[in-house]
T-cell receptor, first 113, second 111 residues
Framework: DTAVSQTPKYLVTQMGNDKSIKCEQN?????MYWYKQDSKKFLKIMFS???????INETVPNRFSPKSPDKAHLNLHINSLELGDSAVYFC????????????FGSGTRLTVV | SQQGEEDPQALSIQEGENATMNCSYK?????LQWYRQNSGRGLVHLIL?????REKHSGRLRVTLDTSKKSSSLLITASRAADTASYFC???????????FGKGTRLSVIA
């Protein structure tokens, strides 16, 4: 059983399109995250949700909108895609409380052409 | 802003040798974690060391933490070709703040 699963694994789309990436975790964790990894492998936090509520919203264009229908799911919707959005997007989860490692999904490679 | 900085950026060693990677950070932390990322895959949690700990072991991994110098090191002993991956340190400042990752060290272990 995959602990944190993301779909799709690859996404190629044209500029201006709207796309969604789905994430589900079956670990019973309370907190979920979206990270963006750029071409230089730098990982940057985008959003953090705890029990379906937004906790962290870093400086991310409002074209990116996370949605958490329940604490096991955190989806990422992106409007009006731009070339600079091309990256690998990782979903992760962790239990509540301090000092816990994160469990990451395998990533979604988004290519905007 | 970015918290951790790994050093070196890339490291190439022979199988059987030890690999040491260093991480420096800027602000106070609750704990520091190390992750491995194989090419094209997600990150895998390796080890966590709390701010009141100085050293921790897990199998062939040894992590040290020096909070006075705001630095940590990851030692992989008796490296194997399968250890080839990128290694990231990540700092946890506590509260609701998410992990902040460094840029990573790319380790190549040559058989």
């Amino acid at each position: 059983d995959t602990a944190v699963s993301q779909t799709p694994k690859y996404l190629v789309t044209q500029m201006g399109n709207d796309k969604s990436i789905k994430c589900e975790q079956n670990l019973g964790h309370d907190t979920m995250y979206w990270y963006k990894q750029d071409s230089k492998k730098f990982l940057k936090i985008m959003f953090s949700y705890n029990n379906k509520e937004l906790i962290i919203n870093e400086t991310v264009p409002n074209r990116f909108s996370p949605k958490s229908p329940d604490k096991a799911h955190l989806n990422l919707h992106i409007n009006s895609l731009e070339l600079g959005d091309s990256a690998v997007y990782f979903c992760a989860s962790s239990p509540s409380g301090q000092g816990s490692g994160y469990t990451f999904g395998s990533g979604t490679r988004l290519t905007v052409v | 802003s970015q918290q951790g900085e790994e050093d070196p950026q890339a490291l190439s060693i022979q199988e059987g040798e030890n690999a040491t990677m260093n991480c420096s950070y800027k602000t106070s932390i609750n704990n520091l974690q190390w992750y491995r990322q194989n090419s094209g895959r997600g990150l895998v949690h390796l080890i966590l060391i709390r701010s009141n700990e100085r050293e921790k072991h897990s199998g062939r991994l040894r992590v040290t933490l020096d909070t006075s110098k705001k630095s940590s090191s990851l030692l992989i002993t008796a490296s194997r070709a399968a250890d080839t991956a990128s290694y990231f340190c990540a700092t946890d400042a506590g509260g609701n703040t998410p992990l902040v990752f460094g840029k990573g060290t790319r380790l190549s272990v040559i058989a």
